[in-house]
């Protein structure tokens, strides 16, 4: 069963290093529109699959909020802090988790937030 959460994601914005992570996972993300953000020439494998190098605040207000109502980030603190940086990130869960990958899906689980140590 897939948690509501997960199905509710209208699209997943993703750093390149997640991209190839998941792309060796076998694509987690199903047909769920993704824009990885890259200046790295990567392989391109859906056609739900967008590549995106230029201006974080035009990706979001031009491209992504006119299009996605819900849309998760997915990758590590450089792609974070950029969106951070310039206020586009309207609420935030940001955690580690010990992840499990089943039948496409990413079911997070064990989060440890920051006052747990970090």
């Known amino acids: 069963m897939v948690p509501d959460v997960v199905t ?7 750093g390149s290093r997640a991209y190839e992570h998941a792309l060796r996972l076998g ?3 199903g047909d769920t529109p ?8 990567l392989p391109s494998t859906r056609e739900s ?9 035009k990706l979001v207000d031009e491209i992504l909020a006119p299009r996605y109502g819900n849309i998760w980030l997915v990758g590590g603190a450089m792609l974070c802090q950029g969106f951070l940086r ?7 869960d940001c955690r580690l988790c010990r992840s499990y ?14 006052g747990d140590g970090i």
């Open 8 to 14: 509710s994601i209208d699209c997943f914005v993703l």
């Open 101 to 114: 990958w089943v039948t496409g899906c990413a079911f997070l689980t064990t989060p440890v937030s920051k």
């Open 86 to 92: 310039l206020d586009l990130v309207g609420k935030s």
């Open 49 to 57: 699959v967008e590549f995106y190098s230029d201006d974080l605040k």
């Open 34 to 41: 993704t824009v990885v953000i890259t200046n790295r020439e």
């Open 27 to 29: 694509w987690p993300y």
